[in-house]
């Protein structure tokens, strides 16, 4: 019985479910409620029910619960970055499925980068013709989304309860736009669209007035398309030695008032912040929108940087998400285990635990942050070669990668951005995980399989260490070694505790029965 119940359920998103020898009850404050109660329903029944197609003879059993349950946060994203590597509209569609079985509900869509620009501009369609494409004819390398690919994914997310949230980067990273209208920068050059990752110093030009229409007009045909509340312009890491040496940008500062090329950014972020309030809309950035000059209209700030930004955020007056580059950047690896696949190197390993440890001020109406993302940047995989040369896995290597960098610390989000901090707890966390990569495979859904927990480590008499594990996956086998080299699902199987002279003898994985 599925029934919406704002009486019983007083917060937004908010569910109870109820079951007992007689029916399944599932009570919503709101649509978004009921659906959540859904998912937990999903994940309270056989994990077969995840199969697409007849499971065979499961019997449908769920266990008599009473569960009351509402999101912390209102904001729980990620980004899905499609402008460094193109993922066709089936693949945006599977990443969607995969946030809304965890509850996740904001899904910044980053479409535009110096290396493509991925959406259809009806006014402007070198945009697509020109700019979505790399390298030369005989390996030309990209792709779009048409306006109707958009509105057939934005139809599945809301089905979903999961908000798409166009981003628009400007002012730099937009370099694919400058190759296809070389009018938009500072200096009229011709450009390439990049086969390799790099950032371009080339920026808009902030002084022309057609530089200023043509956002005006890619701005307004974007949010008659998307229908959330929020558009992102990005907004990071310009280098503004373009700006500084623009007449036409350098007149704009100077009937402005301003000191500083740097401050042109927050100059624009107003005018567009205003353009955007008319049409009821939000306008969120990386936290550089905030910090670059004053911007009088209240703004949404991604904080990847420095998390000390939420205070300037609160200072200002504006608002922020935490989405740190130290703990919700996907795109690095989870370890320096041997055997890990190529990934971003500019910080440390995040590890599934560091990520679930990432400290976040409990959530009130008043709270300056808005909730927790993820993201996933795709310059790993932007036209090359060296990802797709692991032998191992079929096709579409680069989609089942990033679906292997996401899983598991999607979870790990997931938990941070729904609970409150004083509700976590790793140990637990990490034992309720175990039944959940059995539900992945039934997606047909890829991830990293996560090393044996060690359970204890204990000296012996001797000298020796005794090692005693337990599977991270349940009803994986463990294969290990005891003279330092690297196991295979060949090597000996573990059934009981193992004893080696010195601890950097023993080495062990964990291997996925094939379901």
Same mark, same amino acid.
């Given at each position: 019985?599925?029934?919406?119940?704002?009486?019983?359920?007083?917060h937004?998103?908010?569910?109870?479910?109820?079951?007992?020898?007689?029916?399944?009850?599932?009570?919503?404050?709101?649509?978004?409620? =009921?659906?959540?109660?859904?998912?937990?329903?999903?994940?309270?029944?056989?994990?077969?029910?995840?199969?697409?197609?007849?499971?065979?003879?499961?019997?449908?059993?769920?266990?008599?619960?009473?569960?009351?349950?509402?999101?912390?946060?209102?904001?729980?994203?990620?980004?899905?970055?499609?402008?460094?590597?193109?993922?066709?509209?089936?693949?945006?569609k599977?990443?969607?499925?995969?946030?809304?079985?965890?509850?996740l509900?904001?899904?910044?869509?980053?479409?535009?980068?110096?290396?493509?620009w991925?959406?259809?501009?009806k006014?402007?369609?070198?945009?697509?013709?020109v700019?979505?494409?790399?390298?030369?004819?005989?390996r030309?390398?990209?792709g779009?989304?048409?306006?109707?690919?958009?509105?057939?994914?934005l139809?599945?997310?809301?089905?979903?309860?999961?908000?798409?949230?166009?981003?628009?980067?400007?002012?730099?990273?937009?370099?694919?736009?400058?190759?296809?209208?070389?009018?938009?920068?500072?200096?009229?050059?011709?450009?390439?669209?990049?086969?390799?990752?790099?950032?371009?110093?080339?920026?808009?030009?902030?002084?022309?007035?057609s530089?200023?229409?043509?956002?005006?007009?890619?701005?307004?045909?974007?949010?008659?398309?998307?229908?959330?509340?929020?558009?992102?312009?990005?907004?990071d890491?310009a280098?503004?030695?373009r700006?500084?040496?623009c007449?036409?940008?350098?007149?704009?500062?100077?009937r402005?008032?301003?000191?500083?090329?740097?401050?042109?950014?927050?100059?624009?972020?107003?005018?567009?912040?205003?353009?955007?309030?008319?049409?009821?809309?939000?306008?969120?950035g990386?936290?550089?929108?905030?910090?670059?000059?004053?911007?009088?209209?209240?703004?949404?700030?991604?904080?990847?940087?420095? =998390?000390r930004?939420?205070?300037?955020a609160?200072?200002?007056?504006?608002?922020?998400?935490?989405?740190?580059?130290?703990?919700?950047?996907?795109?690095?690896?989870?370890?320096?285990?041997?055997?890990?696949?190529?990934?971003?190197?500019?910080?440390?390993p995040?590890?599934?635990?560091?990520?679930?440890?990432?400290?976040?001020?409990?959530?009130?109406?008043?709270?300056?942050?808005?909730?927790?993302?993820?993201?996933?940047?795709?310059?790993?995989?932007?036209?090359?070669?060296?990802?797709?040369?692991?032998?191992y896995?079929?096709?579409?290597?680069?989609?089942?990668?990033?679906?292997?960098?996401?899983?598991?610390?999607?979870?790990?989000?997931?938990?941070?951005?729904?609970?409150?901090?004083?509700?976590?707890?790793y140990?637990?966390?990490?034992?309720?995980?175990s039944?959940?990569?059995?539900?992945?495979?039934?997606k047909?859904c890829?991830?990293?399989?996560p090393?044996?927990?060690?359970?204890?480590?204990?000296?012996?008499?001797?000298?020796?260490?005794?090692?005693?594990?337990?599977?991270a996956?349940?009803?994986?086998?463990?294969?290990?070694?005891?003279?330092?080299?690297?196991?295979?699902?060949?090597?000996?199987?573990?059934t009981?505790?193992?004893?080696?002279?010195?601890?950097?003898?023993?080495?062990?994985?964990? =291997?996925?029965?094939?379901?």
């Amino acid at each position: 019985v599925l029934v919406l119940d704002t009486v019983a359920n007083k917060h937004s998103e908010g569910y109870s479910l109820s079951v007992d020898k007689k029916s399944i009850r599932i009570s919503g404050a709101d649509e978004a409620g =009921v659906f959540y109660g859904l998912q937990t329903l999903l994940q309270l029944l056989p994990e077969e029910v995840y199969r697409n197609r007849l499971a065979g003879q499961i019997k449908w059993v769920v266990p008599g619960v009473q569960i009351v349950d509402h999101p912390e946060r209102p904001w729980r994203g990620m980004m899905l970055d499609v402008a460094r590597y193109f993922y066709d509209k089936e693949f945006v569609k599977k990443f969607i499925d995969m946030m809304a079985m965890y509850k996740l509900n904001k899904l910044q869509f980053h479409l535009i980068d110096d290396s493509g620009w991925r959406l259809e501009i009806k006014k402007y369609l070198r945009l697509t013709e020109v700019g979505a494409w790399a390298g030369p004819d005989s390996r030309r390398l990209g792709g779009y989304y048409t306006q109707d690919d958009i509105r057939e994914i934005l139809e599945y997310a809301r089905l979903r309860q999961v908000e798409v949230i166009p981003e628009i980067e400007f002012p730099a990273h937009m370099l694919s736009a400058v190759v296809a209208y070389p009018w938009l920068g500072c200096t009229g050059k011709q450009h390439e669209v990049p086969d390799q990752h790099f950032i371009s110093r080339d920026l808009l030009c902030v002084g022309k007035e057609s530089s200023l229409q043509f956002l005006r007009d890619v701005l307004d045909e974007t949010v008659r398309l998307f229908p959330s509340s929020y558009i992102n312009i990005g907004g990071d890491e310009a280098v503004y030695t373009r700006w500084e040496e623009c007449p036409d940008c350098q007149k704009v500062m100077k009937r402005e008032g301003l000191k500083k090329a740097s401050e042109l950014q927050g100059y624009l972020t107003n005018v567009v912040a205003e353009m955007m309030k008319e049409k009821n809309r939000t306008v969120v950035g990386w936290e550089e929108i905030f910090l670059r000059g004053d911007v009088k209209t209240p703004v949404v700030g991604l904080i990847w940087h420095n =998390v000390r930004g939420t205070l300037l955020a609160t200072q200002r007056g504006h608002k922020a998400i935490l989405t740190p580059a130290t703990h919700m950047y996907f795109d690095f690896p989870e370890s320096r285990t041997p055997g890990e696949v190529k990934a971003a190197t500019w910080m440390p390993p995040i590890s599934l635990e560091k990520c679930y440890s990432m400290e976040i001020n409990d959530y009130s109406p008043e709270s300056t942050v808005l909730g927790v993302q993820g993201c996933f940047w795709s310059d790993q995989f932007i036209y090359c070669t060296v990802m797709h040369e692991i032998d191992y896995l079929n096709e579409n290597r680069s989609e089942n990668y990033s679906e292997y960098f996401t899983f598991p610390r999607l979870w790990a989000l997931a938990e941070v951005a729904w609970c409150r901090q004083s509700d976590r707890n790793y140990a637990d966390f990490r034992r309720r995980l175990s039944h959940h990569f059995n539900r992945l495979d039934f997606k047909n859904c890829h991830y990293r399989v996560p090393e044996p927990v060690i359970e204890q480590m204990d000296p012996t008499a001797t000298g020796a260490i005794e090692f005693t594990l337990s599977p991270a996956v349940a009803d994986a086998d463990i294969r290990y070694t005891t003279d330092g080299s690297y196991p295979t699902v060949h090597s000996p199987l573990y059934t009981t505790p193992v004893t080696v002279d010195d601890k950097s003898d023993f080495r062990a994985i964990t =291997v996925i029965n094939p379901r």
